[in-house]
């Protein structure tokens, strides 16, 4: 197994405050994997200490087999690593084309405008609004906006917390929908959700983060399926139970 990104046994917190309590977890190149979790199990917390804005109490972080602890939020961007902050992270006063612009800020070379033309075309709802302020967009739109951003950096990674609280269904599935076109070019996701359904149903792996450690692993579909997650994080089953005398599902890989 080549792991892009790679956890173990990761302690981290603020100030004395351990939240991750030794967690374990890899994403593998073009790979989508959820990590759910209820509110507090420190979900972003983990997103904040691979992104650099925390530091590691203990264990290690790395990326293609290189340590990635210690590193400031720009040099973890510069070796390919994007990260969508929860809530919208787009500047609403800026117009959508300066937002793709200061998305691209850490870039060195003379192209960005070039490339801002492209993923402009990718995405036809952008264009037409180019000129408009961010503000004016639908939460669907800005969620467009801001994975158009991470494009520009062609990143190996991306990092999103909790991109689809508060959108409509539809707008939800057209999220995932630009999740599965980006990965298809090669890009990894590792997304934190609280809309476990859903983001189960799109991953490929899954991780349930209980009190800073990771309680359940699998692929999506089994963790979809495992009784006590659906009890706990999905009110109820998924599919009708089994009729009296049949096989329950294996639980997941622990
Ligand atoms: N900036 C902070 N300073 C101190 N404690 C924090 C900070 N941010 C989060 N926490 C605490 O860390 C724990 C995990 O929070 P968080 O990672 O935001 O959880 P999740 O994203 O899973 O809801 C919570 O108990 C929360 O109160
Ligand atoms: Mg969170």
């Not at 799109?202 to 983060?209: E, G, I, K, P, S």
């Amino acid at each position: 197994m080549s792991a892009l990104l790679e956890i173990s046994d990761l302690h981290a917190g603020y100030d004395r405050r351990e939240v991750l309590r030794g967690v374990n977890l890899f994403v593998r190149p073009a790979e989508i994997v959820v990590m759910i979790g209820p509110n507090g199990a420190g979900k972003s917390t983990l997103l904040r200490t691979v992104f650099g804005f925390l530091r590691p109490q203990r264990g290690e972080v790395r990326l293609e087999g290189e340590p990635l602890g210690g590193l400031s939020p720009p040099e973890v961007l510069r070796r390919g690593v994007c990260y969508v902050m929860q809530g919208y992270s787009v500047l609403p006063n800026l117009s959508v084309y300066d937002n793709l612009l200061l998305g691209a800020y850490v870039r060195r070379d003379r192209r960005v405008r070039e490339d801002v033309e492209r993923v402009l075309e990718r995405f036809p709802i952008l264009r037409e609004r180019r000129r408009e302020k961010a503000r004016v967009l639908s939460g669907g739109e800005r969620r467009m906006l801001e994975l158009a951003r991470v494009l520009l950096l062609s990143p190996k990674l991306v990092l999103l917390d909790e991109p689809t609280l508060g959108l409509a269904p539809a707008v939800v599935d057209q999220v995932y929908g630009m999740v599965h076109d980006l990965r298809a070019q090669g890009i990894a996701f590792f997304v934190v959700e609280q809309n476990a359904r859903t983001a189960l149903r799109n991953a490929d792996r899954a991780y349930v983060l209980e009190q800073g450690r990771v309680r359940f692993e699998g692929r999506g579909e089994e963790i979809l399926h495992h009784p006590e997650v659906q009890r706990a994080y999905l009110g109820g089953s998924v599919t009708p139970p089994a009729a009296p005398g049949g096989t329950p599902p294996p639980p997941p890989p622990e």
